[in-house]
């Protein structure tokens, strides 16, 4: 983990937990909604999952998580949860997990990342979520930190590192309605780092790209509106790394952010196959949008290209803008960071917008 302090120094400036059961009383007897693991014993659950199991029927929980590495594999069917480590840096999920070998045995990929979301109002907090397998077989191809699917919406990750060793690292794929905010992150991995299918804004957050390949990806395919947003962000990784691409329809705007030397030139892009017939129709056309970023290349397709002040932020916030008025992720955070402050867990303070 010493590569990823070094690269959250900078960014956590005002920075702000397979079943086994602790003795806790059944969920149905449960008057609290907030719950302490801690893996050394003690608390009331000694690892993640059970508690996310025994906790089923309380309608909203947070589950605080001490420091340590839970080395566990999450599944995450019900709604209305946070998970609240005490700080990025000591609080850890880690799992080694290929999706090709999950797939050899399993229909779909439910169960191929670290962190398995079908829910919705998901906040992830203070953690690190770091799916290994690349490091420990030699193996850099698709291995998910985190995947949602078609019943995931509104989820938070905050203050948190999602490093995979391998491509998309965190991908929240409900494509008809999904709506993700990520803030005060580090992402990392090899290809697609960070690839939402909606809408997803993220915000004062860091990239580092293994490869030479892209780091961003969108899906906006199904409405005009869905949109990837990153503002205020760092981008960086090996000599040549690419800023972006998609599949599908999408729809991508970075503002106020900087980009390291190493940033190939080479603009965001629709990728293209030989066989015309898995070519997907560009409905609403190429829609890359750059304002008030700063490179040490001046790429042209870099330049600013539109002023968000006089369309999209009008009397509005970011926030606003990218989940049309629907969704106040910033107010979730605040009133989590009031609840968790009520009790004598001690955790990094939150940094919120």
Same mark, same amino acid.
């Given at each position: 983990?010493?590569?990823?302090?070094?690269?959250?120094?900078?960014?956590?400036?005002?920075?702000?937990?397979?079943?086994?059961?602790?003795?806790?009383?059944?969920?149905?007897?449960?008057?609290?909604?907030?719950?302490?693991?801690?893996?050394?014993?003690?608390?009331?659950?000694?690892?993640?999952?059970?508690?996310?199991?025994?906790?089923?029927?309380?309608?909203?929980?947070?589950?605080?998580?001490?420091?340590?590495?839970?080395?566990?594999?999450?599944?995450?069917?019900?709604?209305?949860?946070?998970?609240?480590?005490?700080?990025?840096?000591?609080?850890?999920?880690?799992?080694?997990?290929?999706?090709?070998?999950?797939?050899?045995?399993?229909?779909?990929?439910?169960?191929?990342?670290?962190?398995?979301?079908?829910?919705?109002?998901?906040?992830?907090?203070?953690?690190?979520?770091?799916?290994?397998?690349?490091?420990?077989?030699?193996?850099?191809?698709?291995?998910?930190?985190?995947?949602?699917?078609?019943?995931?919406?509104?989820?938070?990750?905050?203050?948190?590192?999602?490093?995979?060793?391998?491509?998309?690292?965190?991908?929240?794929?409900?494509?008809?309605?999904?709506?993700?905010?990520?803030?005060?992150?580090?992402?990392?991995?090899?290809?697609?780092?960070?690839?939402?299918?909606?809408?997803?804004?993220?915000?004062?957050?860091? $990239? =580092? %790209?293994?490869?030479?390949?892209?780091?961003?990806?969108?899906?906006? &395919?199904? !409405?005009? #509106?869905?949109?990837?947003?990153?503002?205020?962000?760092?981008?960086?990784?090996?000599?040549?790394?690419?800023?972006?691409?998609?599949?599908?329809?999408?729809?991508?705007?970075?503002?106020?952010?900087?980009?390291?030397?190493?940033?190939?030139?080479?603009?965001?892009?629709?990728?293209?196959?030989?066989?015309?017939?898995?070519?997907?129709?560009?409905?609403?056309?190429?829609?890359? $949008? =750059? %304002?008030?970023?700063?490179?040490?290349?001046?790429?042209?397709?870099? &330049?600013? !290209?539109? #002023?968000?002040?006089?369309?999209?932020?009008?009397?509005?916030?970011?926030?606003?803008?990218?989940?049309?008025?629907?969704?106040?992720?910033?107010?979730?955070?605040?009133?989590?960071?009031?609840?968790?402050?009520?009790?004598?867990?001690?955790?990094?303070?939150?940094?919120?917008?």
């Amino acid at each position: 983990m010493s590569s990823l302090n070094t690269l959250l120094l900078g960014l956590f400036t005002f920075i702000f937990v397979n079943i086994s059961f602790a003795g806790a009383p059944p969920a149905s007897k449960y008057q609290a909604k907030t719950f302490v693991i801690d893996q050394h014993g003690g608390a009331d659950f000694i690892t993640i999952q059970s508690a996310i199991n025994a906790t089923a029927n309380v309608k909203d929980v947070i589950l605080l998580i001490k420091p340590g590495t839970y080395k566990e594999k999450l599944y995450i069917t019900r709604n209305n949860l946070s998970l609240v480590g005490s700080s990025v840096n000591n609080t850890f999920i880690e799992y080694a997990e290929l999706r090709s070998n999950w797939r050899e045995k399993n229909t779909n990929d439910w169960g191929a990342a670290v962190i398995n979301i079908d829910a919705t109002n998901i906040n992830i907090v203070n953690l690190s979520v770091t799916n290994n397998y690349g490091r420990l077989y030699n193996n850099n191809d698709h291995q998910f930190a985190i995947r949602g699917f078609n019943n995931t919406n509104r989820v938070i990750l905050h203050q948190c590192a999602a490093i995979a060793d391998g491509a998309d690292t965190v991908s929240l794929w409900n494509k008809e309605s999904g709506m993700y905010y990520h803030s005060y992150c580090h992402f990392e991995g090899y290809l697609d780092m960070v690839c939402p299918r909606g809408w997803a804004l993220i915000e004062n957050s860091t $990239f =580092f %790209n293994k490869q030479q390949h892209a780091t961003l990806w969108h899906d906006g &395919e199904l !409405n005009q #509106d869905q949109k990837l947003v990153v503002t205020n962000s760092k981008f960086d990784g090996v000599k040549g790394f690419w800023l972006g691409r998609h599949h599908y329809d999408a729809q991508f705007y970075v503002m106020d952010s900087t980009f390291s030397e190493n940033m190939a030139d080479k603009a965001i892009f629709k990728k293209q196959y030989n066989d015309k017939n898995k070519i997907r129709a560009n409905n609403y056309g190429s829609r890359y $949008f =750059f %304002n008030n970023n700063t490179s040490s290349h001046k790429f042209k397709w870099l &330049e600013t !290209n539109f #002023d968000p002040n006089k369309t999209h932020l009008k009397n509005q916030t970011t926030e606003q803008w990218v989940f049309n008025n629907q969704w106040q992720p910033n107010n979730t955070l605040k009133g989590l960071q009031q609840r968790i402050a009520k009790t004598d867990f001690v955790f990094d303070a939150f940094s919120i917008n």
